[in-house]
């Protein structure tokens, strides 16, 4: 628990990517032996029933694509901002006593 809390947004995005990556293995594997499973049975509404399952799996999937695509794309903003902020500051060269900074002249 207290790892958590010593990681940067970026390593804890990372984690994330990493154990979404594994959820979905873990699912795909899971919805292709339940559609396989489901014609299987003889009895249709075991067989209805675990079809279904295999739909909320997909289901699942779908919005787990979506929660990947928006930490990704969350994290290509932070690092973009993070670069304009660095390049803003980056010819910052001197403080003055009363807070003000000049530019340094970079040609």
Do not use: C
């Not at 390049?87 to 002249?105: I, K, N, P, V, W």
């Amino acid at each position: 628990m207290g790892k958590r809390s010593e990681q940067t947004p970026h390593e804890m995005a990372e984690e994330t990517l990493g154990a979404i990556k594994e959820f979905r293995l873990y699912l795909e594997g899971v919805e292709k032996n339940l559609s396989s499973m489901s014609k299987k049975f003889a009895n249709k509404e075991i067989a209805q029933g675990v079809g279904f399952a295999a739909t909320g799996i997909h289901e699942a999937l779908t919005y787990l694509a979506i929660v990947k695509k928006v930490i990704e794309k969350t994290e290509r903003m932070v690092a973009k901002k993070a670069i304009v902020s660095s390049d803003e500051t980056g010819g910052l060269d001197e403080s003055h006593s009363d807070g003000r900074t000049s530019l340094s002249a970079s040609t």
